[in-house]
Nanobody
């Protein structure tokens, strides 16, 4: 499984961005896709997750109500729509794939594959 993230950029506070994560390779039925982010000097943290063959979604409290994770199974792509961006959302955003949905969706240790990251910068 290979993941290619894109869509980052510079945006003013209150603006929006949509990140994309293109998945290539064999996709298992129990796969879960997640978006994590890592701000300078901080640990990588969970932002949102979605089941590949379900409608299950999960969000960190810090992004709930502002970010929406979605998927296009035919296009093998997962999206993260980010609205109402704040300067504290500035981070490198990574998409990741978890091949066993029984593992905790919010833990980065649950994920087996990672994309290269895309930088989101929110100016005040």
């Amino acid at each position: 499984v290979q993941l290619q993230a894109s869509g980052g950029g510079l945006v003013q506070a209150g603006g929006s961005l949509r990140l994309s994560c293109r998945i290539s390779g064999r996709i298992l039925n129990r796969i879960v896709m997640g978006w994590f982010r890592q701000a300078p000097g901080k640990e990588r943290e969970f932002a949102a997750g979605i089941g590949w063959n379900s409608y299950f979604t999960s969000y960190a409290d810090s992004v709930k109500g502002r970010f929406t994770i979605s998927k296009d199974n035919r296009a093998n792509t997962v999206y993260l729509q980010m609205n109402g961006l704040k300067p504290e959302d500035t981070a490198v955003y990574y998409c990741a794939a978890e091949t066993d949905s029984r593992l905790p969706i919010t833990r980065r240790e649950s994920y087996d594959y990672w994309g290269q990251g895309t930088l989101v910068t929110v100016s005040s």
